[in-house]
C-alpha cells in the first residue's frame, strides 16, 4: 500500500488530516504512533479548527523535521530544513491552489466554521469535503521526494 493510501485511510477511519499525513510515515520517523497521534492532533483543522495552514501540509513538515532535520539548532540545519518544507509547499499549493485551510474548504463549497467542535465523521461528512484527498495528496508529494532522495 502506498503512503497516499495508507494516510487516506487513517483520515478515513476519524484521524485529523495532519494525524493521518504523519501516521503514514511513521516507519521513518522514528516515533511511537502514540505519541504521532498526540503531538499531531491540534494541527487538525487548519492548527485546532481555526483553519489556517492545511492539517494535511502540518503533517507533511512534521514528517520532514523527523526525517530531515538534523537534532541540532544551527542556523543551517534551520535554512536546510526550511528550504525542504517550502518545496514540498509549492507543489501542494500548485496543485490546490492554497495552503490554507479555510481557502481550500471554500473551494471545495463547504462552509468555514473556525473554532468549535470537530464535525462528527459520517458519510455525508466526507461526501461534501475533499479533505481525504488533501492528506492522499500531501503524503504523496512527500513520498515522492523521499524516494527521490533514497530515503524511501
Wanted: proline residues 3%; charged residues 25%; neutral net charge.
Amino acid at each position: 500500500m502506498s503512503r497516499k493510501e495508507r494516510a487516506k485511510e487513517y483520515f478515513l477511519a476519524g484521524y485529523a488530516c495532519s494525524q493521518a499525513v504523519a501516521l503514514a510515515f511513521s516507519d521513518v520517523m522514528g516515533m511511537e504512533e502514540e505519541s504521532i497521534i498526540k503531538i499531531m492532533l491540534p494541527f487538525g483543522g487548519g492548527l485546532g479548527r481555526l483553519r489556517l495552514t492545511c492539517g494535511a501540509v502540518s503533517g507533511m513538515a512534521a514528517v520532514v523535521g523527523c526525517v530531515f532535520a538534523k537534532g541540532e539548532n544551527s542556523p543551517e540545519n534551520k535554512k536546510q530544513t526550511y528550504a525542504i518544507v517550502r518545496e514540498l509547499c509549492e507543489k501542494f499549493q500548485a496543485q490546490t491552489g492554497s495552503l490554507i485551510c479555510a481557502e481550500l474548504l471554500q473551494g471545495m463549497k463547504v462552509p468555514v466554521e473556525v473554532g468549535g467542535d470537530a464535525e462528527t465523521r459520517t458519510p455525508e461528512y466526507y461526501k461534501k469535503r475533499s479533505c481525504g484527498d488533501m492528506v492522499a495528496l500531501a503524503a504523496e508529494i512527500l513520498e515522492n521526494y523521499m524516494k527521490e532522495r533514497g530515503v524511501l
